[in-house]
């Protein structure tokens, strides 16, 4: 432990997420602190690893589909600091408080206090395409999340594929892409509240690396107006760029 970065209270809340045992509101909570600490958001990824190592080493099984309850949390804690970490851009209010775009946006599976699971019918074949993109190869797994987008007519897989892929674009840099998917997102009208907020939340972020403050600001204010799991950082990313 670096010396003047202990927080007792932080790891502990930490280890409680990792095991499956916050609240939507705590973990929501959880969210905000770690999003603005990189020291301890190294500190979930080694918890989360160190867990799900020991778990394999003591089971000695070999690895199912099918995950355990304690390892959707493992894979979820990990998930977490991918969608967190923060970039190198950032802007400084009056009292001094950095904020910075996020640096990657979460590609395995959505946040949750149930676990990772399932969505849709072509779930399988969005994580093959996420896998994809994992391994560096962008424009492979952009063209089958188009594929799926050309046959499908469900608004909310639609708006799903238009984010995943808006997400793969934001990860590898190309941000003026990546607003294109994430607007075109917004058009669908969807009633998903959730995906909507999190649509919201990553154009917000992608405005903001291309230093469009004034949209970064009124997508992360419709994030905000949601009332949901973003709400509250968003409100911190709203204050710090008014300020």
Do not use: C
Request: glycine share 4%.
């Amino acid at each position: 432990m670096i010396e003047g970065r202990e927080n007792r209270e932080l790891e502990y809340k930490i280890d409680l997420y990792i095991d499956g045992k916050l609240t939507n509101n705590e973990i929501d909570e959880l969210w905000v602190e770690l999003i603005q600490d990189e020291y301890y958001l190294d500190y979930l990824k080694t918890a989360a690893s160190l867990k799900v190592l020991v778990e394999e080493t003591e089971q000695k099984k070999p690895r199912v589909y099918k995950m355990s309850t304690h390892r959707k949390w493992y894979a979820a804690a990990a998930v977490l600091l991918m969608a967190v970490t923060l970039s190198v851009f950032s802007i400084t209010s009056d009292q001094g408080t950095a904020i910075s775009p996020i640096s990657s946006i979460e590609l395995d599976y959505y946040r949750s206090a149930e676990g990772v699971v399932a969505e849709t019918a072509n779930s399988d074949r969005i994580i093959l395409a996420i896998s994809a993109a994992n391994r560096g190869e962008i424009q492979s797994a952009l063209t089958m999340l188009d594929n799926l987008l050309e046959n499908t007519q469900d608004v909310y897989e639609t708006h799903k594929l238009l984010v995943t892929a808006g997400s793969i674009l934001y990860n590898s840099g190309m941000y003026e892409l990546a607003a294109d998917r994430f607007e075109a997102g917004l058009e669908l009208n969807s009633d998903n509240m959730l995906l909507l907020e999190r649509n919201y939340w990553y154009l917000g972020n992608t405005y903001f690396q291309l230093n469009k403050i004034v949209e970064a600001k009124a997508a992360l204010e419709k994030a905000y107006e949601l009332n949901g799991a973003y709400s509250r950082i968003a409100a911190s990313y709203l204050k710090a760029l008014s300020e």
